[in-house]
């Protein structure tokens, strides 16, 4: 519905991204594990393998492996909302890599491996750890660190004066909090 | 026959009629106040998002300005969802034209059972039950 016209019930952009901010910045676990869902139904495969995930609001981004090679990545991103990065799955892109890149075997995770059944948590962990005055969570990334180990989530926590960077295990343990 | 085609095309020309005027009706509304697409969060807001906020883009360009308007739903944590606006729209014309049938059953059908009844009356078929035969 496009014309000029009133605007009774309506709000500005700005206003409902302060609304989401109040409530904690919108990063959500079931739209994390949907576009998972997504993912392996496009490439008929299960579980799918992660090289990353980042998470911003109504949208969710993922470097995944592509199934029968053992160097090549795919990029789909998946969202809720056309006015965010686009609503369902996009993709595959193709991730451009150099000979020089560890070994894909050394840098991808699963799902499961990485907690995502309990990402909400730790988003709300994050928040308390922040210790920001009206801080939100305006994004999180979850991989492997360089050189190997469990999948890591960081969660970046910021208001309208700092942005607070915190680190978690696969476990839902903070690892370390950098302001 | 050819008077039950009469009838069903009468009446198939006063749906489209009324589905020409609720959409009318719901363009003007829904200028005057975008807020009315709130009232289709039940039907299209999932289970866990179910606040709507209705959310107006302006943009400016050589041809003008316009604004758009698109329903968003929203859960506790602040995770949202968009409804878009042609989706709500469909779902306020369904409510419109459905309220209308209803008001005009409401008004009409009891009109239209009388008259059946005295055309019935009148050729001495009277469907009116009689329990007990007068003495």
Known sequence: MVGASACVGSRTQESFENEVHARGGGLSQQLVLDGIVAVAEHQHTNPVHLRSITVQPARVAFEAQVPGTTSDLDAYTFGTSGMYGGGGLSGPEPVHTNSTDPPLEGTTFTAHAAGIEHFDTTVDQALDEAKLPGGWASSASISRPVGGGDPQTTVTVTNRRRTVTVTFDADGSVLGATP | ?135
């Open chain 2, 1 to 135: 026959m050819r008077y039950l085609l009469t009838r069903a095309g009468i009446v198939a020309a006063a749906l489209v009629a009324l589905a020409v005027a609720v959409i009318i009706i719901l363009s003007v509304g829904t200028v005057i106040y975008p807020g009315s697409l709130r009232w289709t969060a039940p039907v299209l807001c999932p289970d866990d998002q179910p606040d709507a906020f209705v959310v107006r883009t302006t943009v400016s360009d050589s041809e003008g300005t316009s604004t758009s308007f698109s329903l968003f739903c929203m859960g506790a944590r602040g995770d949202f969802s968009e409804a878009g606006s042609w989706r709500p729209l469909g779902v306020l014309f369904l409510y419109a034209y459905g309220a209308m049938l209803l008001l005009l059953a409401l008004l009409f059908l009891p009109s239209v059972r009388g008259r059946r009844k005295r055309r019935r009356v009148e050729r001495g078929i009277d469907p009116t039950p009689r329990p007990f035969a007068p003495l």
